[in-house]
Every structure is written in C-alpha cells, then in structure tokens.
C-alpha cells in the first residue's frame, strides 16, 4: 500500500477514534483497569416519581446498548491503528489476502476483505 494512502487512511482512524471518544465521554466515564472499556453513567436525578424513575432506567438502558456499540467501534479503529503500526494493516484476518483499497477507504477499520465478509 501507498504511503499517501497509509496516511490519509491512519489520519480518517485517528479522527475516528476521537470523535468516539468523545461521544463516549458524554454519557460515559472509561474504566482505568480496563483498556478501550466505558461505563455508562447512571442519569440519576433528583428524587422523583415512579414514572421519572422509569425514564431514567430506560435512558441508562439506551446509553447502555450505546456504549457496547461505540466500545466495539473503538476496539476495532484501535486495532487497526495498532496493525498500521506493526505492519500487517489491510490484510484480511480470514484469508490472509490484501483488503481492496477501496473498501479500507469506505471503512478505514475493516478486519476482512468483502468476499470473507459475506
């Protein structure tokens, strides 16, 4: 792969990482024991009736399912990043084939090339 293209890709990565670190720590605090791990934080508002409680345990549900998917998110731009500096970026993790440029640019953090994602 192209070093432009390395860069530009690592570049979309890094901005990735950030914006869902970012997103992350609006609702969440990360875990210091754990690496790439969020809690959510639970809304807990002032003392209210049986119909705000609910509502505040169907926010911190929602924030939950959230959180699991932006951690996951995460993990894999992570990953990526790490594979860029190792050296085996854009390769797949099934068949071991070269990852088509196109889709790395449509997705900067995939793990499988379009025939192993099937």
Known sequence: MEKKLLDELKEKLEEQKKSIQGELESFAKED?????NWDTKYPNREEGDKDEE???VQEYNNKLSLEYSLESKLKDVVSALEKI????YGV?????????????LACPE?????KCDK
């Open 54 to 56: 609910a509502d505040e």
């Open 32 to 36: 210091p024991n754990l690496k790439n």
């Open 85 to 88: 500096e190792k050296g085996t």
């Open 110 to 114: 995939a793990k499988t090339c379009l």
């Open 92 to 104: 797949c993790e099934n068949c071991g084939k070269k990852i088509d440029e196109e889709r790395l």
